[in-house]
């Protein structure tokens, strides 16, 4: 994963759509599975494929809606997603951002995300990022002409061409944590003794919610 | 200075500021689940770690799992992909273990049933759990949230939650609701007036008499729809009712430490002229039932509304989806099937009120399928002891064990394509309760009203 985003060049797929939810993303039947890996074949079933699918089929022989925007020939091998207003919103599950991983999307442009879906895609090294409706609106009229476009982590900047389109914000740690992969879990425990000092603080406090014998 | 009960939760559980500007939560509680845990396990495993704390843990299988032919346990559990997911819940909670009550214990159910019902969702609390309907906790001034799987694991490493602070919003609904207006209502009629995205970035305190009047159970209902607004974290206030509720559950505390805890509890409010960043006004009175006829939960109208003209592509999609016409009546919606369930509207006093509306009366020919899914073994105990399954089951609605069931359907309940469900849950998005099939999120009380009649009615005619 590391530094895979410094510069990432790629074209735009358009999902025109607000509220675009994470049942959608990624449909509950897929999320039996125990693995992070093999969503991508499932990314968005229910509008890409004709049929409900089921975990574990061949998705090759499945017959596909063909005005989605995904199965359009112009598209193809397009890894840049962009969409408008409240992009990943409902069910927590983790299962959107790792399908979309899978499918091959390196950035997912919105002009807004939920929250959760937010945090997941950070938590996993998916870019997102939010921009203002009028340049969401160019963007969407440069992936009708299917032109490439490039994301400049390291500047902030959206360019085509070589011509700068826009500036995106992202919080720095967070751009950090894309660029180098960073091991989360390992940072938090450098405050081991803090947590620790914390925690025998707490349970004289409340010592109620250290017991959960039955 | 002045504080929200959101900064008051928020600043007694801060550990440590992190080189990066976020945060360290400590977490008193984590509930989990067959669904987000697996992945999380794995990679605590694969990483060498170890649970930091497991007497904070508390585990229970609910979306997967079966509502007919319980007593098989997990071999009732036909779709094989499923069975494994809940044998690795029962796997992981036993292997380390953490306190499971599992298929074949009565006290399973619904994660966000469970919690408050065991007195494991305590005021002055941090909760989290793999499940965005976390929310739900919230109603006893506990600061709940719903997490993503690689939150799961880093709670589990850690027992610290990595957040930023969220902005306070208040929601004040004032005023006195009608006979037949539910907690559901309230909840939906907020969604309607700020938006999906309204909350985003916000904890949401619930306030004002309705809310002050209302159980501890409607609460419930109310706060964990706010992710359906957008907030992550919904919230009201400890006072007597919550006290109330909270006293001689089981994992309460007892005896002296009960003194002590009730006691600081009482602090679990805002302050008088704590800071709000947003705030909301709804009049109670002048609610009505509220149903949804979209894809969203914001795309809701009162039940005597009329379906909005298609002014953009969201509307226009999903008035294809829902099979629906613009300017048609919601009264003229036919329904195929009736679900009351969910984190939402399963607990007891759900049931009672849909009980006592259906009571003696027979469903609609029209109705191919009416069930109702007890949000825990125990809501269940308590239902049969009261009689109610016998009022539903008289009426024509199957009476189901406990777990998500149609609410999302990972387990086998769910609609046909094309099929109109009134339901008591919380989304409504496209094949969400079965693929091609349209939800109607309703309140128990509109449900059942609407069980009778076979389309959607104005439920306090019934009052
Ligand atoms: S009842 Fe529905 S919303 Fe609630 S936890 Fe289960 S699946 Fe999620």
């Known amino acids: ?214 | 200075m002045a504080k929200t009960l959101y900064d008051k939760l928020w600043d007694s559980h801060e550990v440590a500021e992190r080189e990066d500007g976020t945060f360290l939560l400590y977490i008193d509680r984590h509930l989990i689940h067959e669904v987000t845990s697996p992945q999380a396990f794995e990679g605590l495993k694969m990483n060498g770690r170890e649970p930091w704390r497991i007497s904070s843990i508390i585990a229970t299988p609910d979306h997967n799992v079966p509502t007919t032919e319980r007593e098989k346990g997990i071999e009732g559990i036909k779709d094989e992909v499923a069975k494994l997911q809940v044998t690795t819940l029962d796997k992981n909670c036993s292997d380390l273990g953490i306190l499971q009550f599992d298929i074949l214990d009565k006290r399973q159910g619904i994660v966000h049933v469970v919690g408050p019902e065991q007195g494991v969702t305590l005021p002055g609390m941090t909760l989290v759990c793999g499940d965005s309907h976390t929310s739900t906790h919230g109603a006893l001034a506990t600061l709940a949230m719903g997490i993503g799987t690689s939150e799961v694991e880093h709670v589990l490493a850690t027992q610290c939650l990595k957040a930023s602070k969220l902005k306070n919003m208040k929601v004040l609904i004032d005023g006195k609701l009608s006979p037949g207006v539910t907690a559901k209502d309230v909840t939906l009629a907020v969604i309607g007036k700020i938006g999906t995205a309204g909350g985003t970035g916000y904890a949401i305190e619930y306030s004002g008499s309705v809310i002050e009047n209302m159980s501890i159970e409607g609460r419930m209902t109310v706060c964990n729809m706010s992710i359906e607004a957008g907030a992550r974290v919904g919230l009201v206030a400890f006072d007597e009712i919550t006290e109330e509720y909270v006293k001689n559950r089981p994992f309460a505390p007892k005896e002296e430490e009960w003194e002590v805890a009730s006691s600081d509890w009482k602090d679990l409010k805002s302050d008088q002229d704590a800071h709000f960043d947003e705030t909301i006004f709804i009049d109670g009175s002048s609610l009505k039932p509220q149903v949804t006829w979209g894809t969203s939960p914001e795309m809701v109208l009162d039940v005597d509304g009329i379906v909005p003209e298609a002014d953009s592509e969201s509307i226009l999609h999903a008035l294809e989806y829902m099979g629906l016409e613009a300017g048609m009546k919601i009264s003229d919606i036919k329904l195929d099937q009736i679900f009351i369930g969910s984190c939402t509207n399963s607990r007891i006093e759900d049931l009672r009120l849909a009980a006592k509306i259906i009571e003696g009366k027979k469903i609609s020919p029209e109705i191919k399928r009416a069930i109702v899914v007890p949000g825990s073994g125990l809501v269940a105990e308590q239902a049969i002891k009261e009689g109610l399954d016998k009022v539903f089951k008289e009426s024509g609605f199957e009476w189901r064990a406990p777990g998500c069931s149609m609410c999302l359907a990972m387990n086998p309940d769910h609609l046909g394509e094309r099929e109109h469900c009134a339901s008591t849950s919380n989304r409504n998005f496209e094949g969400r309760q079965g693929y091609g099939g349209r939800t109607h999120l309703v309140s128990p009380a509109t449900a059942a009203a609407s069980a009778i009649e076979g389309k959607f009615v104005d439920v306090r005619e019934f009052f």
């Open chain 1, 1 to 214: 994963m590391k530094n895979q985003y410094i510069f990432h060049s790629g074209r735009i797929i358009p999902l025109s759509r607000d509220n675009v939810d994470t049942d959608q993303i990624i449909p509950k039947q897929f999320l039996k599975s125990i693995k992070k890996s093999g969503f991508g074949p499932n990314l968005f079933d229910a509008w890409r494929y004709e049929d409900e699918g089921y975990p574990g089929q061949d998705n090759n022989n499945r017959s596909l809606k063909e005005d989605f925007v995904l199965n359009q020939d112009k598209y193809t091998g397009a890894d840049i997603l962009i969409s408008r207003k409240n992009f990943g919103c409902g069910s927590s599950r983790e299962h959107a951002v790792w399908s979309l991983m899978d499918y091959g999307f390196k950035v997912v442009i919105a002009e807004s995300f939920a929250d959760i879906f937010y945090n997941n895609c950070f938590n996993n090294g998916l870019l997102p990022i939010k921009l203002p409706e009028n340049i969401i609106e160019d963007l969407f009229l440069l992936s009708e002409e299917n032109k490439e476009i490039e994301v400049d982590l390291i500047e902030q900047i959206i360019l085509c061409g070589g011509k700068k389109l826009t500036d995106f914000d992202i919080d720095p740690f967070r751009k950090q944590c894309i660029l180098e992969g960073l091991d989360e879990i390992g940072l938090s425990l450098k405050y081991s003794e803090e947590i620790k000092q914390y925690e025998l603080k707490r349970e004289k406090e409340a010592p109620w919610i250290f017991n959960t014998d039955e």
